[in-house]
């Protein structure tokens, strides 16, 4: 699985203008509880007018909800930042 794409594929219903995904494992090499589980940790910047209005909390809850099976079989950690375009 490339999983790159998939989430890029997964965040569609959110019509994005931007997505910045880094893949942060490195940084957390050896880690215990990511040993256990597996998946990596990633930072995710989702740029989308569909966030306008929401709390950030929402915004964070509707990115979860189209990426859940993905936790935390490919996906251990999840730095989120949810923007709108003026935000961004």
């Known amino acids: 699985m ?5 989430i890029r594929a997964r965040l569609a219903p959110l019509a ?7 893949d942060d494992s490195a940084d957390h090499a050896g880690h ?3 040993m256990r589980h ?13 966030f306008m ?19 935390p ?3 251990h950690a999840l730095q989120l930042r949810t923007l709108t375009p003026d935000e961004f």
Do not use: C, K, M
Not at 16 to 22: D, F, K, N, R, Y
Not at 56 to 64: A, P, W
């Open 2 to 6: 490339n999983l790159d794409q998939t």
């Open 16 to 22: 994005p203008s931007a997505i910045e995904l880094a």
């Open 32 to 34: 215990a509880e990511a």
């Open 38 to 50: 597996g998946g990596g940790h990633f930072s995710l910047t989702v740029v989308s007018e569909a």
């Open 53 to 71: 209005g929401q709390s950030r909390v929402r915004r964070h809850q509707s990115v979860y909800a189209l990426l859940s099976d993905l936790i």
């Open 73 to 75: 079989g490919h996906i």
